[in-house]
């Protein structure tokens, strides 16, 4: 293997940047050429390609986003798209692809590799909802920042004693809300895996004020249904007020933790060692503390399970 190509697709993810700069300085270290591709699956398909040099990736590793830009690419999705990328490739001479991101381009990864194309991937996302791995670059930095969010809501829900839905990333998975709703002392997180009750919501807050409590933090993953419709349910039948926070982007930005940065510089060093050494589809995760690599075949369709007791863990704490 002389040139390898590198992109990141879908949502960014904070350490990202951490492991562009460890894939193209580990591929330097090997000798090889190294290709960024701006913008994901669509700089493939519209030939957006730049040499990176070992000066390209430096003062990155603290910065979130991504330099090489991402993108949703429904192009990539139709037959015509995904031709278009693989002959590019090819004509790049790039003889293997490092992809960077989540679920979207995980499903990408393969059908690269199923067209003769090698790949690595590596998980990157603040949703953490990958098969195979224990966690994905991004998610610790992401559960970091909505939970000083949440904290400073948390004083002023305390001072006006009020009841606060915190609505939180995660379209279809829970495991952001869990992660803050544990680390918060939430009383309440709806999460798309678990099915709810307002009922049951309610009634966590009634026992709650019978013992005197007057403020409340409801974690909602944005999956799990629109803050605005829980909120104005909750309030009509609590006959009370409910204030609702969408925490949204901010989640996905800022500077990324050192444990986002340092899986960031295990998985992208690995992901270039699996290529050179002739080792194609695969997916580095991170099991037990230790950096495996993973079949994409075998883990794209499958679903990550939530750890349902921690579930269980915060409701007992939040008592
Ligand atoms: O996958 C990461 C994520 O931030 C999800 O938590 C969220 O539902 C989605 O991306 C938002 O996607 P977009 O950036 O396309 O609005």
């Known amino acids: 293997m002389r040139k390898i190509g590198l992109l990141t697709g879908g949502g960014d993810a904070p350490g990202m ?13 090997f000798g090889l050429e190294v290709i960024g591709v701006e913008g994901g699956f669509s700089g493939l398909i519209a030939n957006k390609f730049r040499r990176l040099d070992s000066s390209s990736v430096s003062g990155i590793i603290n910065k979130g986003g991504t330099i090489l830009h991402s993108a949703r690419c429904p192009e990539f999705k139709q037959k015509d798209g995904i031709k278009k990328a693989v002959e590019n490739i090819r004509k790049e001479n790039i003889e293997g692809l490092i992809v960077i991101g989540g679920d979207g381009s995980l499903k990408g990864a393969y059908v690269l590799q199923k067209k003769g194309i090698a790949v690595s991937f590596i998980p990157a996302s603040i949703d953490n909802d990958i098969f195979g791995t224990e966690e994905t670059i991004g998610f610790d930095t992401a559960v970091n920042t909505a939970l000083d969010a949440i904290d400073k809501i948390r004083d002023t829900a305390t001072s006006h004693e009020r009841i606060f839905l915190i609505e939180v990333m995660g379209r279809e998975s ?9 680390a918060s002392g939430a009383e ?8 709810f009750k ?9 026992k709650g004020r019978k013992r005197g409590k007057r403020s409340y933090i409801i974690i909602v993953a944005e999956g799990a249904g629109k803050i605005s419709e829980i ?7 609590i006959k009370g007020e409910v204030r609702t926070t969408t925490l949204g982007y901010l989640q996905r930005g800022g500077t990324p933790s050192a444990d986002s940065r340092n899986l960031a510089c295990r998985f992208g060093a690995f992901a270039v060692e699996l290529l050179k050494s002739g080792e194609s589809g695969r997916m580095v995760g991170i099991n037990k503390g230790k950096v495996v ?5 075998k883990i794209y369709r499958r679903r990550k399970r939530i750890d349902l007791r921690r579930y269980q863990l915060a409701k007992i704490l939040s008592l």
Not at 293 to 297: C, D, G, K, Q, V
């Open 293 to 297: 690599p993973l079949p994409i075949e």
């Open 231 to 237: 909120g104005k349910e909750i309030g009509r039948r």
């Open 188 to 195: 309440v997180i709806l999460i798309p895996e678990v099915k």
């Open 17 to 29: 940047n951490a492991a562009i700069r460890a894939a193209v300085r580990t591929a330097i270290y």
């Open 198 to 206: 307002i009922e049951d919501i309610c009634n966590v807050l009634k």
């Open 174 to 182: 829970g495991f952001l809300a869990l992660e803050v709703g544990l």
